[in-house]
């Protein structure tokens, strides 16, 4: 494979952002890696088990470690290698579900990974980064959901496990929200659209790049309030 040097504009190490990205090694969170860099944050990015689009990517700001969102122990290493404070956690990494058409197909084992891996692998996240977040510094959570979790569109149904997930998530999400405030941590919920990626598959019409970009224009702007 190419190796993909990422330019970036240099920063002073000691003023550098620090960014956490989950899922990072494909699709949305390997393009949020790459934006990152180029825009000159130092970025740790966890992967489940290989490297993927990590592997072509060369710059001194990226450190690749592997990451399992279900795994407490997996986590509490993977925050011990981050130095300093964290100014951003992109919680990305998520599984689908196999769009069960009926209630009959339903694979109980399989959607309680589901709901394991994509509602409450986030939580673990910011449990365990907490105080690294906290500080007199605003620190931005993205938690990367779906409109699939919206009860209010569930128009078609199918889809049960990881709609139920993405609507664990944002629930989970809002009450959080209420405390981490008084931190100066503040969360931000993204639809990123229908996108061009392995789980989105080639009829999506978003392009990853697109997406992306759409999410880190908002998330520039957001603040606290």
């Known amino acids: 494979m190419a190796i993909?040097?990422?330019?970036?504009?240099?920063?002073?190490?000691?003023f550098m952002r620090v960014a956490v990205i989950t899922g990072a090694n494909r699709g949305i969170g390997n393009h949020w890696v790459v934006r990152?860099?180029?825009?000159?944050?130092?970025?740790?990015a966890g992967y489940k088990e290989n490297l993927g689009g990590l592997e072509v990517i060369e710059n001194d700001n990226l450190v690749a470690l592997q990451l399992d969102v279900t795994s407490a122990e997996s986590i509490e290493k993977f925050v011990k290698s981050i130095d300093g404070n964290v100014d951003l956690l992109?919680?990305?990494?998520?599984?689908?579900?196999?769009r069960w058409?009926?209630?009959t197909e339903i694979d109980d084992d399989w959607a309680l990974e589901v709901l394991n891996i994509n509602s409450l692998g986030p939580v673990r996240m910011v449990k365990s980064?907490?105080?690294?977040?906290?500080?007199?510094?605003?620190?931005?959570?993205?938690m990367v959901s779906s409109l699939m979790g919206s009860i209010?569109?569930?128009?078609?149904?199918?889809?049960?496990?990881?709609?139920?997930?993405?609507?664990?998530?944002?629930?989970f999400t809002v009450a959080m929200k209420k405390e981490c405030i008084e931190d100066n941590i503040s969360f931000i919920i993204f639809h990123p659209g229908w996108v061009k990626t392995r789980m989105g598959g080639d009829r999506a019409p978003v392009e990853i790049e697109d997406s992306v970009d759409g999410m880190m224009n908002i998330l520039e702007n957001h603040t606290i309030e």
Do not use: Q
Request: charged share 25%; hydrophobic share 35%; net charge positive.
């Open 152 to 171: 209010d569109d569930c128009h078609m149904g199918k889809s049960y496990a990881y709609r139920a997930s993405k609507t664990a998530l944002n629930m």
């Open 90 to 98: 992109i919680n990305n990494a998520g599984v689908p579900d196999g």
């Open 36 to 44: 990152l860099l180029e825009t000159g944050w130092k970025v740790y």
């Open 4 to 14: 993909r040097k990422v330019l970036f504009y240099p920063r002073d190490p000691e």
């Open 129 to 142: 980064l907490y105080d690294k977040m906290a500080s007199a510094e605003l620190t931005k959570i993205v």
């Open 101 to 103: 058409r009926s209630l």
